[in-house]
C-alpha cells in the first residue's frame, strides 16, 4: 500500500520524460507508485531514468492518443491501494522535498486540490494558482500575464484525494487539450471543495512541451472551444446565458482582430469551428451539466469571488493595440 500515486502523461517521451523521472527518484519521501501513461506513443522497453530511489514500482501504459484528462483517467484506474492522486506533465522537475510536502498538505487537507509552488519556466511567472475570469477565458499561453487571482490549479502538477477525484468523475474527456484543468478546479470549486496551493512543494515546469507543435491558430481553436463547453456545463442558467453570450462576442471580436493583425483568415475559421462545435456537441454537454448541476452546493456568486472580474480578452486586445 502507497500514500502517494504520481501518474505522468507523455505523448513524446524523451529528455523531458527522463528528467522528470530522475527528480521523482530523488524524493525524501518514498511512499509512492509511478505510472506514466504513453499517450499515442510507444512505451520504451525500459525507463530512460536512472534506476536508483523509488522508481522500481512504475507502471507503464500505452493508450491511445485521446487527450490530458482521458490519459490521466486512464492512470487513475490503475491505482488500487493509493489515497492520494498527483499527475504530471513530462516537463516538469520536482524538488527532492515536493512529494512529501504535498503529501503533508493532502493529510492536513484531504477536502481540497493542491498545486505545487510552480516555477513556469516559458512564462517566467512563478505561479500558486492560476486566474480565470468570469467569462471563462483561462491560459497562460493566450492571455499571459492578463488576469488575476488563484481560480484553477495548474494541470502541470495537480495533487487531490483519490475520494476527490472519484467523486468529480474525473477529468472532462472530451476537451482533449486545454481547459481540463480548468473545468476540474470548477467542478471541485461547485462541490465545495478548496483550490490551494502547497506553499512548500516546489517543481518547475518547462511549458508548452505537448503543444510545440500545433500551430497558433488550432491553439485558439481548442482553448475557445473548451471554454464554451466549460461555462455550459459549469454556470447556472441565468448566468451562462449572459456569459457565453458576452464571451462568444469577445471571442468572435478577438478573432477579427487576430484575423486582420495576422492576415490571416484561420482565425475567423477557427472560431466559427468552435462554434460548430458546441452546437454540435451540445446534447452531450448538457447532459454533463446536468450532472454538474445536480452536484453542487456552492452557487455562481462565491464561485466567483475567486475569478478575475475584468475581461482577460480585452486585456490581451488592449496590448497588442496599444502594446501596454
Same mark, same amino acid.
Given at each position: 500500500?502507497?500514500?502517494?500515486?504520481?501518474?505522468?502523461?507523455?505523448?513524446?517521451?524523451?529528455?523531458? #520524460?527522463?528528467?522528470? +523521472?530522475?527528480?521523482?527518484?530523488?524524493?525524501?519521501?518514498?511512499?509512492? &507508485?509511478?505510472?506514466?501513461?504513453?499517450?499515442?506513443?510507444?512505451?520504451?522497453?525500459?525507463?530512460?531514468?536512472?534506476?536508483?530511489?523509488? *522508481?522500481?514500482?512504475?507502471?507503464?501504459? %500505452?493508450?491511445?492518443?485521446?487527450?490530458?484528462?482521458?490519459?490521466?483517467?486512464?492512470?487513475?484506474?490503475?491505482?488500487?491501494?493509493?489515497?492520494?492522486?498527483?499527475? #504530471?506533465?513530462?516537463?516538469? &522537475?520536482?524538488?527532492?522535498?515536493?512529494?512529501?510536502?504535498?503529501?503533508?498538505?493532502?493529510?492536513?487537507?484531504?477536502?481540497?486540490?493542491?498545486?505545487?509552488?510552480?516555477?513556469? !519556466?516559458? /512564462?517566467?511567472? +512563478?505561479?500558486?494558482?492560476?486566474?480565470?475570469?468570469?467569462?471563462?477565458? $483561462?491560459? =497562460?499561453?493566450?492571455?499571459?500575464?492578463?488576469?488575476?487571482?488563484?481560480?484553477?490549479?495548474?494541470? /502541470?502538477?495537480? $495533487?487531490? @484525494?483519490?475520494?476527490?477525484?472519484?467523486?468529480?468523475?474525473?477529468?472532462?474527456? !472530451? *476537451?482533449?487539450?486545454?481547459?481540463?484543468?480548468?473545468?476540474?478546479?470548477?467542478?471541485?470549486? #461547485?462541490?465545495?471543495?478548496?483550490? @490551494?496551493?502547497? !506553499?512548500?512543494?516546489?517543481?518547475?515546469?518547462?511549458?508548452?512541451?505537448?503543444?510545440?507543435?500545433?500551430?497558433? !491558430?488550432?491553439?485558439?481553436? =481548442?482553448?475557445?472551444?473548451?471554454?464554451?463547453?466549460?461555462?455550459?456545463?459549469?454556470?447556472?442558467?441565468?448566468?451562462? =446565458?449572459?456569459?457565453?453570450?458576452? $464571451?462568444?462576442?469577445?471571442? #468572435?471580436?478577438?478573432?477579427?482582430?487576430?484575423?486582420? @493583425?495576422?492576415?490571416?483568415?484561420?482565425?475567423? %475559421?477557427?472560431?466559427?469551428?468552435?462554434?460548430?462545435?458546441? =452546437?454540435?456537441? *451540445?446534447?452531450?454537454? +448538457?447532459? &454533463?451539466?446536468?450532472?454538474?448541476?445536480?452536484?453542487?452546493?456552492?452557487?455562481?456568486?462565491?464561485? &466567483?469571488? @475567486?475569478?478575475?472580474?475584468?475581461?482577460?480578452?480585452?486585456?490581451? *486586445?488592449?496590448?497588442?493595440?496599444?502594446?501596454?
Amino acid at each position: 500500500m502507497t500514500g502517494l500515486a504520481v501518474v505522468i502523461v507523455t505523448s513524446n517521451p524523451g529528455v523531458n #520524460l527522463t528528467k522528470c +523521472l530522475a527528480s521523482l527518484a530523488k524524493q525524501s519521501f518514498t511512499e509512492f &507508485e509511478v505510472t506514466v501513461i504513453y499517450s499515442g506513443c510507444t512505451a520504451p522497453d525500459h525507463l530512460a531514468s536512472p534506476t536508483k530511489g523509488h *522508481l522500481g514500482q512504475t507502471r507503464l501504459i %500505452t493508450a491511445a492518443n485521446r487527450g490530458y484528462g482521458a490519459a490521466c483517467n486512464i492512470g487513475a484506474r490503475y491505482v488500487y491501494s493509493a489515497t492520494y492522486l498527483v499527475f #504530471l506533465n513530462d516537463d516538469t &522537475e520536482l524538488h527532492p522535498d515536493c512529494l512529501r510536502s504535498l503529501y503533508t498538505s493532502l493529510t492536513k487537507d484531504g477536502n481540497s486540490i493542491f498545486q505545487p509552488l510552480l516555477f513556469h !519556466e516559458y /512564462a517566467r511567472r +512563478l505561479m500558486r494558482g492560476n486566474p480565470c475570469d468570469i467569462y471563462g477565458a $483561462a491560459g =497562460l499561453g493566450f492571455y499571459g500575464n492578463c488576469g488575476s487571482g488563484r481560480f484553477y490549479v495548474s494541470g /502541470a502538477s495537480i $495533487a487531490m @484525494s483519490k475520494k476527490i477525484f472519484d467523486s468529480l468523475r474525473g477529468f472532462d474527456e !472530451e *476537451l482533449f487539450l486545454y481547459h481540463d484543468d480548468v473545468d476540474l478546479s470548477w467542478r471541485a470549486r #461547485l462541490m465545495g471543495y478548496g483550490i @490551494s496551493c502547497s !506553499e512548500s512543494a516546489l517543481c518547475l515546469h518547462t511549458g508548452a512541451s505537448s503543444s510545440k507543435t500545433i500551430p497558433h !491558430e488550432v491553439k485558439f481553436y =481548442l482553448t475557445q472551444r473548451n471554454r464554451i463547453r466549460v461555462m455550459i456545463k459549469n454556470y447556472s442558467t441565468r448566468r451562462m =446565458l449572459l456569459r457565453v453570450t458576452v $464571451a462568444c462576442t469577445m471571442i #468572435l471580436a478577438g478573432a477579427i482582430f487576430f484575423t486582420i @493583425s495576422a492576415r490571416r483568415i484561420s482565425y475567423v %475559421t477557427s472560431t466559427c469551428r468552435a462554434f460548430m462545435w458546441n =452546437l454540435l456537441e *451540445l446534447k452531450g454537454t +448538457l447532459m &454533463e451539466r446536468y450532472r454538474v448541476q445536480r452536484s453542487r452546493i456552492q452557487d455562481d456568486a462565491a464561485v &466567483e469571488r @475567486s475569478m478575475s472580474k475584468f475581461s482577460m480578452d480585452l486585456c490581451v *486586445l488592449k496590448k497588442h493595440i496599444i502594446g501596454t
